[in-house]
């Protein structure tokens, strides 16, 4: 199976330090951008054809995003892309807010004109997506956005944590609402407006409010709608 539609592009790829590292970011983008279903079986061999690689660095990468939470079963033969589990949202949206709102801040702090740039660029991809209705193409964006910005924290451990975090959560459900990626576009606005200016409480209050809107707008959804996280409860109610 095709992993993706479009070859990662090389500059963002740059930041990595082992091809496991490159690898495991790739399928972690693709998984949350929805690009790669939940419940995909990812074979090794055809990944590493897919990237050309050897299967050496793909197996591990596999094995750390299973320790992530991202994937179940990584063996020899493969991986299955994990399910969300709504039971557990709650808790995660808190984790993100109170660690997601320390990195970027964090990250403010050793930004450099050049890093500043660069955010500006990734959170203009975002907002080109949007304007193109490519809904996939604006939740990888969002991603290497979000991945940008707090890998500049220089805060490995937390990152991980957010990273471990984000394998639990419905970004691929959140980001098929109606009009919420148009709606993020100018909440990542206010956030990259608070980096750029450094204002730290301006920088934690927009980031803090961009994780608690989509969560908020899910659950109202899922009211409305059980069956976007769960297929079986539609069947039931009926």
Same mark, same amino acid.
């Given at each position: 199976?095709?992993?993706?539609?479009?070859?990662?592009?090389?500059?963002?790829? /740059?930041?990595?330090?082992?091809?496991?590292?490159?690898?495991?970011?790739?399928?972690?983008?693709?998984?949350?951008?929805?690009?790669?279903?939940?419940?995909?079986?990812?074979?090794?061999?055809?990944?590493?054809?897919?990237?050309?690689?050897?299967?050496?660095?793909?197996?591990?990468?596999?094995?750390?995003?299973?320790?992530?939470?991202?994937?179940?079963?990584?063996?020899?033969?493969?991986?299955?892309?994990?399910?969300?589990?709504? &039971?557990?949202?709650?808790?995660?949206?808190?984790?993100?807010?109170?660690?997601?709102?320390?990195?970027?801040?964090?990250?403010?702090?050793?930004?450099?004109?050049?890093?500043?740039?660069?955010?500006?660029?990734?959170?203009?991809?975002?907002?080109?997506?949007?304007?193109?209705?490519?809904?996939?193409?604006?939740?990888?964006?969002?991603?290497?956005?979000?991945?940008?910005?707090?890998?500049? &924290?220089?805060?490995?451990?937390?990152?991980?944590?957010?990273?471990?975090?984000?394998?639990?959560?419905?970004?691929?459900?959140?980001?098929?609402?109606?009009?919420?990626?148009?709606?993020?576009?100018?909440?990542?606005?206010?956030?990259?407006?608070?980096?750029?200016?450094?204002?730290?409480?301006? /920088?934690?209050?927009?980031?803090?409010?961009?994780?608690? /809107?989509?969560?908020?707008?899910?659950?109202?959804?899922?009211?409305?709608?059980?069956?976007?996280?769960?297929?079986?409860?539609?069947?039931?109610?009926?």
């Amino acid at each position: 199976m095709k992993t993706r539609g479009r070859p990662r592009q090389s500059a963002f790829a /740059a930041v990595f330090h082992t091809k496991e590292e490159y690898v495991a970011d790739f399928l972690r983008e693709g998984i949350l951008s929805g690009e790669i279903p939940r419940g995909t079986r990812l074979k090794q061999a055809e990944l590493a054809e897919e990237l050309g690689l050897s299967i050496t660095p793909v197996r591990e990468a596999l094995k750390l995003l299973a320790a992530e939470g991202y994937v179940h079963g990584a063996t020899h033969r493969g991986a299955i892309v994990a399910p969300f589990e709504a &039971a557990s949202a709650a808790e995660v949206i808190e984790l993100r807010a109170l660690l997601e709102t320390r990195l970027t801040v964090s990250a403010m702090r050793r930004m450099t004109l050049g890093d500043m740039e660069q955010m500006q660029r990734l959170g203009q991809e975002f907002d080109r997506a949007f304007e193109m209705g490519d809904r996939n193409a604006a939740r990888a964006a969002n991603y290497r956005f979000h991945r940008f910005l707090y890998g500049l &924290a220089g805060q490995p451990l937390s990152l991980h944590f957010v990273q471990v975090l984000w394998a639990k959560y419905p970004f691929d459900i959140i980001n098929q609402l109606g009009g919420r990626v148009g709606r993020a576009t100018h909440e990542h606005a206010r956030i990259i407006d608070a980096v750029v200016s450094r204002n730290e409480e301006a /920088a934690a209050a927009a980031t803090r409010s961009h994780i608690f /809107a989509g969560w908020n707008e899910l659950k109202a959804a899922i009211e409305a709608d059980p069956a976007l996280v769960d297929p079986g409860a539609s069947q039931a109610a009926a």
